[in-house]
């Protein structure tokens, strides 16, 4: 009697034990990204929904913010810790690459579905040149554009600005640093670079030439950078904080009505609508001649790291993120950018959505930063440092983007 | 008998003390030994298997850097200015709490919160007050009339380190204030009886009974400060990132952006370990000067 007991008592702890694994699914894969706001709970609902549809998969989230997000993933994937899959930035494509950490998803992508409701030219972003692989899925990208205060713009009797000259004529109009009011909300600190390269390129410079050569500092390009620096030393037209201003500030000085002007992309809108109402306006980044315009474009994507033991299921999971019904909803969310599908980009909520339809057209002339090795590094540290220094009269143009063409020649 | 006896009694301290010792090792002298051989490697965070030895080469380029001068010097006019400014806050801050007056316990328990406050917290907080375009101090400076125009603090080369510097005094002062008081709390009252009826005014009291009876206290205070302030790079790295440009960047920081911005792991090394050295040859002249003048007293 006793003996049964024991045994009895045995096989019910091996029961409770084993338990909690019998529901369990066989691969658990780890997914890293960054949420401009990580409030919103839409990812955690698509990846719940994934997991209900695939059983078989356990998907765990862990969002790491942007700022560190680059930083984090070499630790993490350097200790041999890293995440599966993993939502990426076209900045990132090249050191990473270089560094044998990336898998090549064509075959991959060959035998998905809905391979060809991606816009066609979005596939190259995902490339290193030279090479026919494509490293990382589209997902959701962004076009800069300017955001503008049209009660001021009405009351002062201008239009928004289509040209460097009419933006710089408006920026000086609504000047007036006694009453604490700037033309444009310049980003000198964190994540800056983006907004600078749109009006680089709005410019006429380039980074890389047709055959790839880096000519970012190139007369041209320091001729426009140094109009650029000019609307804080010379002209004076945005505020004095602008060299450490990161996000957070030039959007909170734009909002509380102390600048007119200020450069973003699609994923504010929905913030900037519910703060300014109908007295924030939209139009593209103003071009130094209208005829040739241009701005920036960036791609978050996914990639699938190659140490992962599950990449078939990493890419089963980033490629359900693309298709139509996930795509419009994360597009929709407060964290939603631009969509890769044309079958999402055509229906009714984007085409009659302002902010939506100028980043649309935007993408039709836009230009990223190549997927050069050092563009990582440029885009965390470098690319801030001499912007502050070329500010604070520190360093001239030429010697800020020689700075920078040398860090991307870095390997 | 008796010396075999003495010998194993002469090993038992060892031995009850060899996991504590090999903790140490473990948590302590692997890493420190790992970063100086690393100093000697060309080594990216992304490609560690790539690694290659290249000699003292890591030194000779920190030596070289114009970027390494400026992070030094403002390494020294950070530690110089946070801890002596805490230090004669703090001074103050015991001295008065000191007094016997209503509500003097609330008071005491209320200074330990800037100490208690996260690192971050008082980033953000210093970041928002200090602000250019709405920091509440440029807002209180501009009503009182002492300014006519905001003044973006932490925007400026000139400014930038001094404002760090600020919320760093503000975080720091109550750990002198409470530390000095616990020390004065121990000097004996006679002392002061006896030099009063002798005479010493209250200035006379503090330089000849206080001071010299808190020597040991503010020995071992400022060089726990020192150390932590020279390592402490949180408040810089959250409200500058050691800009404008690199008006604001310490070593510690210089240390930090090379291993994680710029991956590369052997230069962050060789700066690290150059502070360390730096660290140990301040600290123990600090320690010479300070000892030898109470030697004297």
């Known amino acids: 009697m006793k003996r049964t007991k024991v045994f009895l008592s045995l096989f019910l702890m091996l029961f409770l034990v084993a338990l909690p694994s019998l529901g369990q699914a066989d691969t658990t894969l780890k997914y890293w990204l960054w949420l401009d706001d990580p409030t919103d709970t839409t990812v955690s609902e698509l990846v ?12 765990v989230i862990e969002n790491v913010p942007l700022k560190d997000y680059h930083d984090q993933l070499a630790i993490a994937l350097s200790a041999g810790v890293g995440p599966d899959a993993a939502r990426f930035k076209d900045w990132w494509l090249g050191e990473f690459r270089e560094a044998d950490l990336l898998e090549p998803l064509s075959s991959y992508i060959g035998e998905w579905p809905a391979k060809d409701d991606v816009i066609p030219n979005l596939w190259n972003m995902g490339k290193i040149p030279g090479e026919e692989e494509i490293y990382m899925m589209p997902h959701q990208f962004i076009t800069f554009y300017l955001y503008y205060r049209k009660d001021w713009f009405t009351e002062a009797g201008l239009n928004s600005p289509a040209t460097f000259e009419e933006f710089l004529t408006a920026a000086k109009t609504f000047t007036d640093p006694g009453n604490n009011r700037y033309g444009f909300g310049l980003r000198g600190g964190d994540g800056g670079q983006d907004q600078w390269l749109a009006f680089m390129v709005a410019g006429g410079a380039r980074v890389v030439d047709e055959e790839g050569n880096i000519v970012i500092n190139s007369p041209k390009a320091v001729d426009v ?35 007119a002007m200020m450069a973003h992309h699609v994923g504010s809108s929905v913030l900037m609508v519910e703060k300014l109402g109908d007295k924030v306006g939209v139009c593209p980044i103003p071009a130094a001649d209208p005829k040739n315009p241009a701005t920036m474009i960036t791609m978050s994507g996914n990639v699938v790291f190659s140490p992962s033991q599950a990449k078939e299921e990493a890419f089963k999971f980033i490629s359900w993120l693309t298709e139509p019904e996930q795509m419009d909803k994360w597009s929709r969310s407060r964290n939603g950018q631009l969509p890769v599908l044309n079958s999402v980009a055509r229906m009714d909520h984007y085409i009659n959505n302002e902010f939506f339809r100028v980043s649309m057209e935007g993408a039709d002339y836009a230009i990223g930063w190549p997927p050069l090795p050092g563009v990582g590094y440029v885009s965390s540290h470098v690319w801030q440092v001499n912007m502050q220094r070329a500010l604070l009269g520190e360093i001239t143009s030429q010697e800020m983007l020689d700075e920078i063409a040398r860090a991307l020649k870095e390997r | 008998m008796t010396m075999v006896q003495s010998q194993k009694e002469r090993y038992i301290p060892l031995f009850l003390l060899a996991p504590a010792i090999l903790l140490m090792l473990l948590i302590v002298a692997y890493p420190v030994v790992q970063s100086i051989r690393l100093s000697f490697f060309d080594i990216s965070l992304l490609m560690p298997a790539r690694a290659k030895f290249v000699g003292f080469r890591n030194y000779v380029e920190m030596l070289h850097s114009e970027t390494f001068y400026r992070a030094l010097l403002n390494s020294i006019v950070w530690i110089i200015g946070c801890v002596s400014t805490q230090f004669v806050v703090g001074m103050l801050g015991a001295l ?61 080369p000139n400014t930038a380190l001094g404002g760090v510097m600020i919320a760093n005094i503000w975080q720091g002062a109550p750990f002198f204030a409470v530390m000095l008081l616990a020390a004065m709390q121990n000097v004996s009252e006679e002392l002061y009886e006896a030099a009063y009826i002798d005479g010493a005014n209250s200035w006379k009291q503090f330089w000849y009974i206080t001071i010299p009876s808190i020597m040991p206290t503010i020995i071992i ?51 690290a370990v150059f502070q360390t050295v730096f660290l140990m040859v301040v600290l123990s002249f600090y320690l010479r000067l300070l000892q030898g003048q109470s030697k004297e007293e």
């Not at chain 2, 970041?127 to 509440?136: A, E, F, I, S």
């Not at chain 2, 790295?237 to 404008?244: A, E, I, K, N, R």
Request: proline letters at 5%; one cysteine or more; hydrophobic letters at 45%.
């Open chain 1, 225 to 259: 950078n140094q109009w650029y620096i000019d609307l804080y030393s010379k002209y004076k037209v945005v505020p004095p904080s602008a060299p450490t201003d990161a996000y957070a500030q030039v959007t909170g000085a734009f909002q509380a009505g102390i600048t």
């Open chain 2, 221 to 271: 205070t400022t060089m726990l400060r020192l150390i932590w302030t020279a390592n402490y790079m949180d408040l810089i790295l959250v409200m500058t990132g050691g800009g404008p440009g690199y008006s604001s960047t310490t070593l510690p920081l210089l240390s930090y952006l090379t291993a994680y911005k710029r991956l590369r792991v052997g230069e962050a090394s060789a700066i």
């Open chain 2, 96 to 156: 008065l709490l000191k007094c016997k007056f209503k509500g003097n316990g609330i008071i005491r328990g209320l200074t330990l919160i800037p100490w208690a406050t996260s690192s971050v917290l008082v980033a953000l907080m210093w970041t928002w007050m200090l602000d250019g375009n709405y920091g509440v101090i440029n807002d209180l400076l501009k009503r009182v009339g002492i300014i006519d125009s905001y003044i973006p603090w932490l925007a400026q």
């Open chain 1, 48 to 59: 719940d929904k994934f997991n209900s549809l695939h059983p078989e998969i356990r998907v």
